[in-house]
């Protein structure tokens, strides 16, 4: 290595690294706040960043697990967990059966129209959903859906359609026209050509919407706060921190543990997707 | 036709809803009814007249433009950093899109955590002695320091960070809305990142060799030939940025649920309030609707600079 690479990467090191420290500090904290004994967190005179270990401590050597067993056996946080994945699937589904001919068609469709109806949807994805739960909350308990999971997956879709419409459009214009040209002179009818030509073709790009369009539904706070009291219909989100909280009092170790789990999930998915990701934002509306 | 089922449905999912937003903040609708006396914009009157309303309002807009503020600066720093290929790149960009992949409303709590009135770790490394063995090292001291600095400043009233009674970073009022435009920062910040990250590695490689062949070297550089060509792509991650802050609910309700005393409220958490909590339906969007002139600005300028992106 010569001496001017070592200079331009240890530069890189060093505003990389700092930004990294402060960015993913949060998440440190709640390591090892989730693994500490009472006795452990709950004492000043301890350094807060290792593992102290009082003699006769009731629960015993810290770091320890039960803190995290208890948010398993004592919680609604299965529960949770269970209602985040039913409605994330629900609307993954809803979303891929309206986005997909949508975005195709979009990518196909050349002409002012084509391209007005693409910039409507994308419109409205900045109406962000802080506007929206007043009336929606009015109407979902006309449909008599209050407290139901099923409110949520109902208008979830509202914001994944428009974000995922304009992802795949972005993407399906990248696959040259030949290839259904192609198929369909082979005797395929233009919607078999699109199941068995374009759509395997597209499967990282449908995967990228799978993937967003479940974060995005893990990710929402009003509606789920909004549409839904009952502790046990609750989403993760909101779960967390209404009633983990209770009161005044704070579980802290277990409030942690329960959102470390999603969390580090969800950062090892999005960053393996993230470039499509990026694309969605940048690449599809600008090519 | 194959447009048509995913058209149909926004329409009724987000257009009828905003248009009922609309005709609810015309009303005295209340929780429970979906119509109501048309009262014209006696809300919209209403509403701007309560102290409480204006706090939200200013709020917004200040958490609104100091975390992005902090948010550009951070990104454009980081994106050049990261741009050439190092070792361990992609564990760091792993940490460094933490923030932005984790729930809001679970990440906040995290910070509810740092936050804490007793507990806090923040407090706890300003004003221990950080070097093992009694090396006397205080980290308060450098910051008083700077802070008595800040002081002389106009208009400024900074304070200095007492030892023996430190800062309570939810409880006062300043403290608690500098917290917040942290937190909007940090978690906006990874996303801004990766935004102008890809702007910049999409500068095509022969621009930059031209750029250096023509004897353009860092600032020069930099300010001719990498900021015009980067800079549509950074205002758009910056609108998607203000967007993302001044709609969000959630780091104020779970930071400091508008206290101490509603001097944190925003436009969001107090149409919540309003609409939810205290069932005044009409009102609470009429609190909601103030939102819709800054969206419709930043949907304008979002299209001119796409075209712009789109010629270029």
């Excluded at chain 1, 529960?79 to 699937?89: D, K």
Aim: net charge positive.
């Amino acid at each position: 290595m010569t001496w001017s690479a070592i200079r331009s990467h240890g530069l890189s090191y060093l505003i990389v690294g700092p930004f990294a420290i402060v960015l993913a500090f949060p998440f440190y904290w709640m390591v090892t706040t989730a693994l500490k004994t009472n006795g452990d967190l709950y004492n000043l005179a301890n350094v807060p960043f290792k593992f102290t270990t009082t003699k006769g401590d009731p629960e015993g050597h810290s770091p320890t697990l039960r803190h995290i067993s208890f948010i398993f056996h004592q919680t609604h946080y299965v529960r949770w967990l269970e209602n985040t994945v039913f409605v994330g699937a629900l609307v993954v589904v809803i979303t891929l059966v309206l986005a997909l001919p949508a975005g195709y068609a979009l990518a196909r469709l050349s002409g002012r129209l084509g391209q007005s109806v693409g910039v409507g949807i994308f419109l409205t994805y900045l109406v962000p959903p802080t506007l929206l739960f007043l009336p929606l909350s009015r109407v979902i308990s006309k449909l008599g859906l209050e407290d139901r999971l099923w409110s949520l997956v109902l208008v979830y879709p509202s914001f994944t359609v428009p974000f995922s419409v304009w992802l795949l459009m972005g993407f399906f214009r990248t696959i040259p026209l030949e290839l259904e040209d192609a198929a369909m002179m082979d005797g395929c009818s233009r919607l078999t050509a699109l199941w068995r030509v374009i759509f395997p073709i597209s499967l990282p790009g449908i995967l990228t919407v799978v993937i967003f369009t479940f974060s995005l539904c893990v990710n929402d706070f009003v509606y789920a706060i909004s549409f839904i009291s009952i502790s046990s219909n609750r989403t993760l989100s909101v779960g967390v921190p209404t009633d983990l909280i209770r009161g005044d009092v704070f579980f802290w170790q277990s409030l942690m543990a329960a959102t470390l789990i999603p969390s580090i999930l969800l950062a090892l998915l999005y960053n393996s997707f993230l470039n499509r990701f990026i694309e969605g934002f940048t690449g599809g509306a600008f090519r | 036709m194959l447009i048509g089922p995913a058209v149909l449905f926004i329409v009724l999912l987000v257009g009828v809803p905003l248009g009922l937003a609309v005709y609810l903040s015309l009303t005295n609708a209340t929780a429970g009814s979906l119509t109501g006396h048309w009262v014209g914009f006696h809300n919209f009157v209403d509403v701007w007249n309560t102290p409480n309303f204006r706090t939200a309002l200013k709020n917004t807009i200040v958490f609104t433009l100091a975390s992005q503020a902090l948010v550009v600066v951070g990104a454009a720093i980081l994106a050049h950093a990261l741009l050439r290929p190092f070792r361990g790149r992609w564990f760091l960009r792993f940490l460094i899109v933490l923030p932005w992949a984790a729930p809001v409303a679970l990440s906040t709590i995290g910070f509810l955590w740092i936050f804490d009135s007793q507990f806090s770790v923040l407090n706890w490394t300003l004003v221990h002695d950080l070097l093992p063995g009694g090396g006397h090292f205080y980290l308060y001291k450098p910051v008083n320091w700077l802070l008595g600095g800040i002081d002389h400043l106009p208009f400024v009233h900074a304070g200095k960070v007492d030892p023996l009674n430190p800062p309570q970073w939810l409880g006062q009022e300043t403290l608690a809305k500098l917290s917040i435009i942290l937190v909007q920062a940090w978690r906006i910040l990874p996303f801004a990142t990766v935004i102008f990250l890809a702007g910049l590695s999409s500068i095509p490689a022969e621009v930059e060799d031209a750029a250096r062949m023509d004897g353009a070297t860092g600032l020069r550089k930099f300010w001719h030939v990498t900021l015009p060509l980067q800079l549509p792509i950074a205002v758009v991650a910056l609108l998607f940025g203000i967007v993302f802050t001044a709609t969000d609910m959630t780091v104020v309700y779970v930071l400091t649920n508008g206290g101490p005393f509603n001097s944190t409220q925003v436009l969001t958490t107090w149409a919540y309030q309003t609409g939810i909590v205290s069932s005044s339906l009409g009102e609470g969007a009429a609190v909601s609707l103030y939102l819709l002139p800054v969206l419709a600005v930043i949907a304008i300028l979002m299209l001119r600079f796409a075209r712009k992106v789109e010629v270029s």
